[in-house]
């Protein structure tokens, strides 16, 4: 074999060597942009609870001068959300940090795009979650103090609603659940603002992954 066949042979070794060799680069580098997308996802969310948890414990330790506010934080309905919510965020946060320990370079390319789908889908839930959630308890809210503000029981017990008892009520309602949709519409555009970001660049990794499989 003279020289030229040996550097046509180290040539076609290297051609066959060095897109293994990118690819594996490339799958590390992605795992690791991953898992510092993951970690943000689990620090913002902790950060956020943390920060709800305390606007709520300060609120209830203060107080309120009004004292229908007073009754409806101290209500069995406002207690048992606020523990049921608790517990979603807590368990929230476990799925974040488990999303996390489980990317990882060493893991196999699909695994990898599988747990990224996974960190993704996680991420939406607890978006939606938030939002339906808050809607939910809003209404509920908005029945409770159609039913038991003192302004309201006192405007109808003056009699200047009579007749319109049931147009009061339903007007009222729906111009509360207007207002409610508005602000939960503005929480929502936040969380894409915070949150879209890194779901975007998760997604982002997963289209490169995929590509590095066909």
């Known amino acids: ?18 897109p293994q060799v990118s690819a594996d680069s490339i799958k590390k580098m992605l795992a690791q942009k991953s898992t510092s997308i993951v970690k ?23 107080g309120s001068p009004d004292e229908f506010t007073r009754e409806l934080m101290n209500s069995n309905f406002m207690k048992v959300s606020w523990a049921i919510h608790i517990v979603a965020i807590i368990y929230f946060i476990y799925l974040f940090y488990k999303n ?16 990224i789908i996974k960190t993704r889908k996680t991420m ?3 978006i939606w979650y938030n939002i339906i959630g808050g809607f939910i308890s809003g ?18 017990e003056s009699g200047k ?12 309602f729906l111009i509360l659940t207007v207002i409610y ?33 066909v």
């Open 181 to 213: 949709i508005i602000f939960l519409g503005f929480i929502y555009l936040i969380y894409m603002l915070i949150y879209g970001i890194l779901l975007k660049r998760l997604k982002n990794n997963y289209e490169e992954l995929k590509r590095m499989e």
């Open 40 to 62: 943000w996802l689990l620090i913002i969310a902790i950060i956020e609870f943390v920060v709800m948890s305390s606007i709520n414990f300060l609120y209830s330790f203060l």
């Open 139 to 156: 209404m509920i809210t908005t029945v409770y103090m159609l039913n038991n503000h003192p302004l309201i029981n006192e405007l109808m």
């Open 100 to 115: 996390y320990k489980n990317i990882s370079a060493t893991q196999p390319t699909r695994s990898l795009m599988k747990n």
């Open 161 to 172: 609603m009579e007749g319109h008892e049931t147009m009061f009520y339903v007007l009222t």
């Open 1 to 18: 074999m003279d020289q030229l066949d040996i550097l046509k042979e180290k040539w076609n070794t290297q051609n066959r060597e060095y």
């Open 124 to 126: 939406k839930w607890y």
